[in-house]
């Protein structure tokens, strides 16, 4: 049981910081709230399902043109209406979940309301003193760890990430130091949406795909921003991590806690923000330094 913790574990809080750092960057940096952040995952585990089984393509071609395609979707989105009303954060965030709703009702129409399977990168088991892992749930592991690592090379190490960096500290300042703030917010919006797309390809050999199985991780994902800390990246993976491990703990010991996962993530958000109201590595509120 404690292995199988674990690795489960590790897989759910690896494609739980996936998706909250991609709903993290384009809030820290863009300030929008794009609540169909896990719609875009959703139709990407969809794409993965209808290029293998219907289509006839191979799993990476599959994964390839999914994840390009979901990005080029949510650019879209942002250009045609995130970005014109972006000053207008309540709007925004009404318009994500009427996108989210869009979408899921479009893959409703064309798959149904049945739950499909996407075949595995690799099938069996590796075992280990006796302890058998399975290679997808391995692979799933080593491969959110490399986008994690990625996206800090790319935020820390390159020009790019300074100027993502410069706009989400001070945008009229980047801006004045002759920084396309616009561009910024549209390549930021594109990480952002790859972000859960990568996360969508990971999941789709591992879970079943579903036209709803966006609404469970968006409220893990908004649990780990808000528990690690709205604008910390660093943050919302540990957040995201935490959470992994509180539901993967709540499934294998508790009877029935698969009813009960979100209930228990979110009782261990409410009790940090009771000690720490910014969440682990958030700063202190604007109001606050008043």
């Not at 809080?13 to 863009?30: D, E, K, M, N």
């Not at 395609?69 to 954060?89: N, S, V």
């Not at 990430?161 to 703030?181: H, Y």
């Not at 979110?266 to 008043?290: A, Q």
Request: with cysteine; glycine share 12%; proline share 3%.
């Amino acid at each position: 049981m404690l292995t199988n913790i674990i690795v489960n574990g590790l897989v759910s809080g690896g494609i739980y910081a996936v998706l909250a750092v991609g709903f993290s960057l384009i809030f820290g940096v863009a300030k929008i709230l794009n609540m169909a952040h896990t719609a875009f995952y959703m139709l990407t585990a969809f794409l993965v399902f209808a290029c293998t089984s219907l289509g006839g393509l191979s799993l990476p071609v599959a994964l390839f043109i999914a994840i390009v395609a979901t990005t080029i979707l949510g650019m879209l989105c942002f250009r045609f209406l995130f970005d014109r009303i972006k000053h207008h954060e309540t709007a925004v965030m009404i318009i994500s979940v009427a996108v989210a709703l869009l979408l899921q009702e479009i893959l409703l129409l064309i798959f149904g309301g049945h739950y499909r399977g996407v075949p595995p990168f690799a099938r069996g088991f590796l075992e280990v003193f006796g302890i058998r892992l399975a290679y997808q749930q391995l692979i799933a592991i080593a491969a959110t760890g490399v986008i994690l690592v990625g996206l800090w090379i790319l935020l820390e190490k390159t020009r790019l990430g300074n100027s993502i960096r410069a706009v989400a500290q001070d945008r009229e300042i980047a801006n004045l130091m002759g920084i396309n703030v616009s561009r910024i917010f549209l390549i930021v919006m594109g990480i952002s949406v790859a972000l859960a797309g990568l996360a969508g390809a990971v999941v789709a050999p591992l879970y079943v795909v579903g036209p709803t199985m966006w609404m469970q991780p968006l409220t893990i994902v908004l649990a780990a921003v808000v528990l690690g800390g709205l604008g910390s990246v660093g943050g919302c993976v540990l957040g995201a991590l935490i959470l992994g491990f509180v539901e993967t703990i709540v499934v294998f010991t508790i009877p029935a806690g698969a009813f009960l996962q979100g209930t228990f993530s979110l009782g261990i958000m409410v009790l940090v923000l009771m000690v720490r109201p910014e969440g682990l590595f958030g700063v202190v509120f604007e109001e606050e330094r008043l």
